[in-house]
């Protein structure tokens, strides 16, 4: 159901908003996985600290 969602959304964007808003929320899209790839790296870190301590 998600997928079908996503895609439905991102045609009707490309439909009337055109490429521009594509790559905009492409980019955001990006920008949301980047930044919790890097939360969940810093909540490891932070759990093996406090294992050594």
């Not at 045609?11 to 899209?29: D, E, K, N, Q, S």
Request: aromatic share 10%; charged share 20%; net charge positive.
């Amino acid at each position: 159901m998600t997928t079908a969602f996503i895609l439905v959304a991102l045609t009707l964007i490309v439909t009337f908003a055109g490429p521009t808003m594509l790559y905009i929320c492409v980019g955001y899209a990006d920008y949301m996985l980047e930044r919790r790839r890097h939360l969940l790296a810093v909540k490891h870190a932070v759990r093996r600290r406090s294992d050594e301590l």
